[in-house]
Every structure is written in C-alpha cells, then in structure tokens.
C-alpha cells in the first residue's frame, strides 16, 4: 500500500511534457495497480491521474480549441466522484502547452467546450443520450461503471484484478475526429480497432 500512496503522490507531482515520461507514469500506475471497492478513495486517485494523462495521447483538430491560449478542459459532467483530488492532481500540469481547467457540469452539449469529458455512474441512465449528442464533437469521452449493453466512452475504465484499467474505442474516437496514441492503446485492456484504411487504387 505504501509503495501505491508514493507512486500516486508521484504522479500528482508529474511536471514532464514529453510524452515517454507520462507513458512511464502510466505503466507504472498499470503495474501497481489500485485498490478498488475496498479503497474507493485510491481508486478515484488512479482515475483522476489517468484522465488528465490521457490528454497527452490524443491528437485534437485544431478547431476544438477557440484560440492557441485556450485552456485544455476537462469535465466531469452529473455527481463529482473525486471531490477536490482531480483538481489536486492537475494543479500546475499541462497538456501540450494548455493549462488544464476542471470543470463540472450538470449537463453537456456539443457548445460545453471541453475536450475531455468524464461521465460518471450517476448518469448511466442517460450514457446513450450524451454519446449520442456529443458524436463528432471533439469531445474524449470516459465513462466509468456503465451496465453492459449500454453506451460506452471512448475511453471506460473497468476494474480486473483489484487494478484501475481500461477499454479503449478507436472506432468512437475517429467517430469525433481524434486520434489515439498506439502507445497508449497498448496499455488498454481491450481496444475495439477501426478497420485498415483499403488502399487507394
């Protein structure tokens, strides 16, 4: 458990912009792994490390940001789960050049601006509507606890073997015109792929 609390503080702490060092700290928290039920506050620390991480793997089209200075926003949309952790976890950190703005929102739409967007177990009885209202929006969206059958985010956590991962949806993120890092989806669980470009003739 120790060696968890320090690898966790030592994410908080993470100040590199490259992109080997965060996938580094991604590794480590897959090795480690998380409390799950048991420790629900340490899961939500892993998860809340993760989201903001995840922006580092990800190709935006330049039109999801209004200017060259805007933040890089990040939203937790119905009931916050991590209370004042993610805002610990990204206080001072970047993604690309863009300072990272938490933002929480009792309801999203296409004009919400935020570019990573975590949907919560409290709205899994509305997963569908919100995937469905933000296709090809911009819009990384990670959802968390959703019944099987449901929508899903591009990117869901699940919970295998007390450790915090997750799935990823290639399909769904070209869906929204962003492109995922291959490094990144060699972490993941299970990645629904998109089907090989044919070659022109």
């Known amino acids: 458990m ?16 490259t992109a080997p060092a965060v996938l580094a700290a991604l590794s480590i928290a897959l090795a480690h792994g998380a409390a799950t039920a048991a420790d629900e506050s340490l899961e939500y620390a ?13 190709e935006w089209p330049a039109t999801a940001f209004i200017s060259s200075t805007s933040p890089f926003r990040l939203c937790i949309v119905g009931e916050d789960p991590f209370g004042s952790i993610l805002d610990k976890a990204v206080s001072g950190q970047q993604v690309g050049t863009r300072s990272i703005e938490v933002r929480r929102l009792k309801s999203v739409g296409r004009d919400s601006g935020c570019q990573i967007l975590y949907i919560g177990v409290s709205e899994a009885p509305r997963f569908g509507q919100i995937i469905e209202a ?24 699940v919970i295998k073997d007390d450790r ?3 799935d990823i949806d290639e399909v769904a993120a070209e869906q929204n015109g962003l492109a995922i890092s291959s490094k990144l989806m ?9 089907p090989p470009k044919e070659p022109a003739k």
């Open 2 to 17: 120790e060696i968890l609390t320090q690898m966790l503080r030592a994410i908080a702490r993470f100040r590199s912009r």
């Open 46 to 58: 892993v998860k809340a490390a993760y989201l903001y991480k995840f922006g580092s793997f990800v």
């Open 134 to 157: 933000l296709r090809g929006s911009s819009v990384l969206t990670v959802s968390d606890g959703r019944a099987p059958g449901t929508a899903a985010g591009i990117i869901q956590f």
């Open 164 to 166: 915090v991962r997750f």
């Open 186 to 194: 060699s972490l993941a669980l299970n990645v629904k792929r998109r």
